[in-house]
């Protein structure tokens, strides 16, 4: 059953991740300049490292944080297919009570963290070992670790989960318990109108049982133990619940267990799989990069590009086509050069403009006739990626062209381009009437 229940979290959380990400594989292809490329891959890997974090919020995470059921948790995160790092390991160590083991991964990945953040949240995870085992003198070896942190850190700042648990820890190891119910009374509060948070509120349930037994309020405590018991038989909550219970009663006497020493440095085999992952990606973005800019660089030629739209001469244009169009636009105007082979572009034989009016695409020759300008219509309706050919009045030569979307790679036998409104326009050849 847990099998089972296993493999359909599994995969409603590979399914999940997939359908989050993949609309974001379409945009690539709108994309044509090499910067563009990088910051879409860029974006596109944090986003789908946020996606995967939410999907496992969704699929995984409520069999223990809703479901209070440690079993299935272990199923789903020791199952192959899933790749479960060391904060999943972890958080089935708390829900089991294999505080050694979660000692041993605090001690050889948190502490040893480079971020001092990470190492602080270290030290908080070790005052909850403390606790749950009642080692409460532990938990005020901890704190002063975090105390040496601010001291030579005064910039440091917890976020509100971690803030908390230090005040709380801070209350309770004081003996001012009346302080550390408050806090504990609030952090229940605070996750009961969460959705698929029981599992923070029960640990804050407990927190607050025991912090009244050490207050004398033992009714209360021994109601809120039993509770715990009844609503979490899976948890470890449930067996701690009953030594309290029996603390309470004075069936037990209690003791304070012996300090936990690292018996060995956490394997870090999920850990490499995830890196030897995170390689592969990083590898796969950086190839995808280099071929990306490698075809937009083979894609667009050392070619001239149109100038900057001068507003005197595009009236100057409108003048001679507006009787032709009731309503267009000008895309661009560009010119046509015979010495592209040394690249100087200085003998120019032709300039024409391109015109969008109802859909059709047409391609005019300006000329200035008795100080007016008229215009000559070269090719009328275009279509794109269609090879086209006119006649220079003017100079007994003929230009082949093809008018593409940007979207599409420019034409390999491209004797040079224009970038217009959409389009490139690209001459394929000039040559003798």
């Known amino acids: 059953m847990k099998n089972t229940a296993a493999k359909k979290a599994i995969a409603s959380y590979y399914i999940l991740s997939l359908l989050l990400t993949l609309p974001l594989l379409i945009p690539i292809w709108c994309i044509d300049e090499p910067i563009g490329v990088m ?15 939410f999907a496992v919020r969704i699929t995984i995470m409520p069999s223990l944080w809703k479901e209070l059921d440690a079993e299935k948790y272990a199923a789903i995160i020791n199952a192959k297919p899933f790749l479960a790092n060391y904060s999943y390991k972890l958080n089935l160590d708390f829900a089991t009570g294999n505080y050694q083991n979660a000692h041993n991964i605090i001690n050889s990945v948190l502490l040893q963290h480079k971020n001092v953040n990470q190492r602080v949240y270290g030290h908080l995870l070790l005052c909850r070992v403390c606790f749950e085992r009642g ?38 190891s004081n003996a001012d318990y009346t302080s550390a119910c408050a806090i504990a009374e609030k952090g229940i509060d605070k996750y009961s109108k969460k959705k698929n948070c029981d599992y923070f509120v029960l640990m804050r349930q407990y927190q ?27 948890l470890v909550f449930s067996s701690l619940s009953q030594k309290q219970l029996e603390i ?35 590898i796969i973005f950086c190839v995808c990069c280099f071929f990306a800019i490698f075809a937009t660089i083979m894609g667009k030629l050392d070619a001239p590009k149109q100038e900057n739209k001068d507003p005197d001469y595009i009236a100057q244009i409108e003048s001679s086509i507006k009787d032709d169009y009731e309503e267009y636009q000008i895309l661009g105007y560009f010119n046509i050069y015979t010495d592209y082979a040394d690249e100087t572009y200085t003998m120019r034989v032709d300039s024409l403009f391109l015109v969008e009016s109802n859909g059709s695409l047409d391609l005019h020759t300006p000329y200035i006739l008795n100080g007016e300008y008229k215009n000559i219509l070269d090719v009328k309706d275009i279509q794109v990626d269609t090879l086209y050919e006119y006649e220079i009045y003017f100079t007994p030569k003929k230009v082949e062209f093809i008018l593409t979307e940007k979207e599409r790679n420019i034409p390999k036998d491209t004797l040079y381009y224009y970038e217009i409104d959409g389009y490139y326009f690209c001459v394929i050849s000039i040559s003798d009437c």
Not at 39 to 53: D, N
Not at 213 to 223: F, Y
Not at 261 to 274: M, R, V
């Open 39 to 53: 910051i879409y891959f860029l974006c596109f890997f944090v986003y789908t490292r946020i996606a995967v974090s």
């Open 208 to 234: 607050l049982a025991v912090t009244k037994r050490m207050k004398g309020d033992l009714d209360e405590a021994a109601s809120l133990f039993e509770a715990i018991k009844s609503k979490a038989p899976k």
């Open 135 to 172: 080692d409460y003198e532990g938990i005020k070896d901890n704190l002063a670790q975090i105390d040496n942190y601010h001291k030579y850190n005064p910039t440091l700042k917890l976020s509100k989960p971690n803030k908390a648990a230090y005040e709380f820890y801070c209350a309770f």
């Open 248 to 282: 309470i009663f004075g069936t037990l006497e209690e003791v304070a267990p012996s300090k936990l020493e690292i018996t060995e440095k956490y394997p870090l085999k999920a850990n490499k799989a995830s890196r030897i992952l995170l390689r592969i990606i990083i």
